[in-house]
């Protein structure tokens, strides 16, 4: 192994402890929801983000070290791209955990307005796109991440039949508008964690197919 | 200017067009709502998804390549990730613009719930962070970058104003409700683009000042 591939390997390695932070804090976010554990909430929102913010930094800042000292040929740059652009990805997740933990904060002290059994399956859901789309990536495995972007239907349509129970409710019951509008960002913030899994294997498609798929996204909101 | 500026000025002006044309994206699909425009939110659907999921692989390619002939030392590495950060950003906005002009399509054979007057001054708040952001970064310019991300809880007010107006109607006439969720949409793909602008104007304070501030997202959601 040559000293940039061992380098190489080290930086992958930082990018996967920054994933495992991430995934967890939207874990936790979704977890304080369903046990309302609002201390729970405020660990995701308090103590992680800074973690996060320091480490993309960290991670970023290595990467350009690895390029500007071993000048690396066009296939290991277009690696060492890509780790940016997910470490990228990585942090925002920090953030959408964070909305999904302050969505919490609200609906905590508050009646639930239905049983939270589809907001967990998508949070599942996406933690395991996101898993892998990131092993997609370490085994250069195009197949699965094309079942990653293959699924970001799923997502869609979990959300779709959210949006659709939420608004019942809303028509029903005035009183839980707003409760039922918070649900909605935890939704739509899931949602989005599902789309940054989906780029990450349009990514990796494209390095190893050297090949572009149609982006899947943009389908009909809520 | 040595060949490496000059490659890298040429790659600048290429992601300016890509910025011009999400821009657009974007001043389209609110248009299309505003003006009830079926014909623009379905070429803002249709056409212009490709042409920017097409620019960003050139974009990329054109990064990768100039990094492996040219050898640039660290400070111009920096730049050229930015750049793909950026070009990544800016491809992601083509997505909330196309998921603006779905709800568009929506909307506009439906009766209106209110007159649009903050969804289009939200729309021109976030192009303008957007394009102040990419000044920032063309002109290495620390405080138009830190005026950026401090407009971003501007942003979070008129998103938070909007759904306070749109709680009330869906409150008041249970028959607002699957339209109201739609503006509500509109408002949350507006403040994601915001939210891009905002990470775009971090990255150029974390270059110019080498220094890192704390990233202002995460502010409660509704």
Not at 41 to 49: G, H, I, S, Y
Not at 50 to 60: A, C, G, K, T
Not at 122 to 135: Q, R
Not at 181 to 195: F, G, H, P, Q
Request: hydrophobic share 45%; glycine share 4%; charged share 25%.
């Amino acid at each position: 192994m040559t000293v940039l591939e061992q380098k190489l390997n080290e930086l992958k390695e930082r990018l996967f402890v920054m994933a495992g932070i991430a995934e967890g804090m939207v874990a936790d976010s979704v977890k304080s929801l369903v046990n309302r554990d609002a201390a729970l909430a405020q660990k995701v929102v308090e103590t992680d983000e800074d973690r996060v913010n320091h480490l993309e930094n960290e991670i970023e800042d290595a990467a350009i070290n690895l390029m500007a000292l071993y000048q690396p040929e066009a296939s290991n740059l277009r690696t060492i791209a890509m780790i940016i652009k997910i470490n990228s990805d990585l942090e925002r997740l920090g953030d959408h955990a964070v909305n999904i933990a302050e969505a919490a904060q609200f609906l905590i002290p508050r009646p639930a307005v239905k049983p939270l059994i589809d907001l967990p399956r998508m949070s599942e859901f996406a933690i395991t796109m996101l898993k892998d789309s990131l092993d997609s990536f370490t085994r250069a495995d195009a197949d699965l991440a094309y079942s990653v972007c293959g699924r970001d239907s799923v997502v869609d349509s979990l959300k779709d039949q959210i949006t659709r129970e939420l608004v019942t409710h809303m028509t029903s019951d005035a009183a839980t508008v707003d409760r039922a509008m918070k649900l909605m960002m935890v939704a739509l913030n899931l949602e989005r964690i599902a789309d940054h899994a989906t780029n990450i294997a349009e990514d990796v498609i494209y390095i190893v197919k050297g090949e572009v798929i149609k982006h899947g996204r943009g389908e009909p909101q809520a």
